[in-house]
């Protein structure tokens, strides 16, 4: 048993992770199943539910919403009255129960920035992207990162058949590349002022020119 913020997390069986006391903030308790992961890996993700409950003090409804990093999970009801937590698939198109898709994404997000000693600058689902032409058709891109306000996540996503007419970008939802691009997924938590380079299937990676 883990002891987190006055509530208790235990891992049931190497089934699952669930919380206890936490329903004197939401009426019920969490459960996290486990998946292909080690269970500290599902701790950490009920630790920062915890986070977000204890320090917003929301009221969580069934089929409601809450963004984990650059990944959706969401609250579902359970027939014994818990919230089993779900995430968002790969493409988009559905819920699954667990969080291993949410746990791989953050993960090589990171991993991706500490190889460069960065520190990870998670965007979020809800934050805009600014894209070009090309981006949805898997075409090379040259990404930069440029800081922004809170409800954008300063990338600008760049075919390499890009016309120039700045008239043709779009902004769209963080969450349409996310399911659209999943190969630069782990590279869009470089932080703002760094830029990748996608060219014939290599990567690299830079600091903006000032």
């Known amino acids: 048993m883990i002891t987190y913020k006055g509530i208790q997390l235990n891992v049931i069986d190497n089934l699952y ?3 206890k006391e936490l329903n004197s903030y939401i009426t019920k308790e969490i ?3 486990i998946g292909k992961n ?3 890996s599902y ?5 920062y539910i915890i986070d977000y409950i204890v320090d917003n003090k929301p009221i969580i409804s069934e089929n409601q919403n809450i963004g984990y990093y650059s990944w959706l999970l969401q609250f579902r009801l359970s027939e014994d009255n818990y919230f089993d937590i779900y995430e968002v698939n790969s493409n988009g198109s559905d819920f699954n129960k667990g969080c291993d898709v949410a746990i791989s994404a953050v993960r090589e997000q990171s991993e991706m920035c500490w190889q460069q000693n960065l520190i990870p600058l998670f965007p979020n689902f809800n934050q805009s992207v600014v894209i070009s032409d090309g981006v949805y058709d898997g075409k090379d891109i040259e990404g930069i990162r440029y800081d922004a306000p ?3 996540s300063g990338w600008y996503l760049i075919a390499d058949d890009y016309n120039e007419d700045i008239k043709t970008l779009k902004m769209v939802h963080f969450y349409h ?3 659209a691009r999943p190969d630069i997924l782990k590279y869009l938590a470089l932080p703002f002022g760094y830029r990748f380079i996608m060219k014939g299937g290599n990567i690299e990676i830079r600091k903006n020119e000032q």
């Open 150 to 152: 809170q409800d954008e």
């Open 38 to 40: 080690q269970a500290e």
């Open 177 to 179: 590349v996310a399911f």
């Open 31 to 33: 459960r996290i199943t």
């Open 43 to 47: 701790i950490d993700v009920i630790k």
């Open 17 to 19: 992770v669930e919380t």
